[in-house]
C-alpha cells in the first residue's frame, strides 16, 4: 500500500477499528503485523480513555500480567529521551538492557515479536503518547523504514486523537513553532540568513532550531527533513 493510499484511509476512518485496520494494512507490507499505542498523562499516570492497537495479539495481555511496564527498557529510554522524540529500536536497546529487562525482549521473540521500533508523540494538553511497531524476523529497520513507520504513526496518532474528541490537526508532534516556522522555510529553501531576516532572529538562532528539527526528524540533511516532512503531511492543515 503507497503512503498515500494510507493517508486517504486515515482521512476516511470514523472509527479506531478502522484506523488499527488501515495502518495494521500497512505495516504489513514492512514485516510487521503488531503495533500498540497509549498515552500517558501529565501526572504521569497512563490515560485508561486511549489506549489502541493490536490488542487481539496475545503479546499485550502477557506483557500486563507479568508486569513487563516497570522492566520494559524500551519504554524507559522512549520517555527519557521524549523532549528529543528520537525512536528506541528494540534490538540497538538490548545493550543497555540489564537481565529483568532482557527477559522481556526474550519473552516477546516467544509471541513472534523479534524487533521493533518506539516512538513518542508529545500532546498538546502535556500528555506524552506512546507507539511501538514491531514484527517477526521479515522485519527490517533499517532508517529509511523507521522514518517512513514514524510518519505513518504520527498521521495515525493525530487521527486517534480527533476520533477521540482530541484535535490536534495543526500540531506538528515534537516540533516547537519555532522549529514548524523553519521548517516551511527550509520547503523554499531559504538559506539560514534568509530565515532570519524574515523572522527577525539571530542567524545563530536559526542554526539551533534548524540542527534541533533535523535530530528530532531523525534525518540527515535539510534535504531529508522536508522529504520526511512532506511524507508525514506536516505542511497540510498548518499555518506555515
Request: with cysteine; aromatic share 10%; glycine share 8%.
Amino acid at each position: 500500500m503507497k503512503l498515500s493510499n494510507l493517508y486517504a484511509r486515515i482521512a476516511g476512518a470514523d472509527n479506531l477499528g478502522d484506523l488499527q485496520g488501515a495502518f495494521l494494512d500497512y505495516i504489513k507490507g514492512f514485516g510487521s503485523d503488531y503495533f500498540t499505542a497509549f498515552t500517558i498523562g501529565i501526572d504521569g499516570e497512563d490515560d485508561a480513555r486511549f489506549p489502541y492497537g493490536r490488542f487481539d495479539h496475545p503479546w499485550p495481555l502477557h506483557y500486563v500480567n507479568r508486569g513487563f511496564k516497570a522492566h520494559d527498557a524500551c519504554l524507559k529510554i522512549a520517555i527519557s529521551l521524549k523532549n528529543e522524540r528520537l525512536p528506541v529500536v528494540w534490538r540497538e536497546a538490548c545493550s543497555r538492557m540489564n537481565e529483568s529487562e532482557l527477559l522481556v525482549m526474550t519473552e516477546a521473540m516467544a509471541f513472534g515479536l523479534h524487533d521493533g521500533v518506539v516512538f513518542t508523540f508529545q500532546n498538546q494538553n502535556g500528555s506524552l503518547s506512546i507507539m511501538t511497531v514491531a514484527g517477526g524476523t521479515d522485519l527490517d529497520l533499517n532508517a529509511e523504514t523507521i522514518a517512513i513507520l514514524g510518519a505513518a504513526g504520527r498521521r495515525v496518532h493525530l487521527r486517534a486523537m480527533q476520533l477521540q474528541g482530541q484535535d490536534e490537526s495543526t500540531y506538528v508532534p515534537g516540533l516547537s513553532k519555532a522549529e514548524q516556522q523553519i521548517l516551511f522555510h527550509l520547503k523554499h529553501k531559504r538559506s539560514n540568513w534568509e530565515i532570519a531576516q524574515i523572522e527577525g532572529k539571530a542567524e545563530n538562532t536559526v542554526k539551533k532550531h534548524r540542527a534541533n528539527l533535523l535530530k528530532k526528524l531523525n534525518a540527515p540533511s535539510t534535504a531529508h527533513a522536508v522529504f520526511f516532512a512532506y511524507r508525514a503531511g506536516l505542511f497540510e492543515n498548518n499555518p506555515w
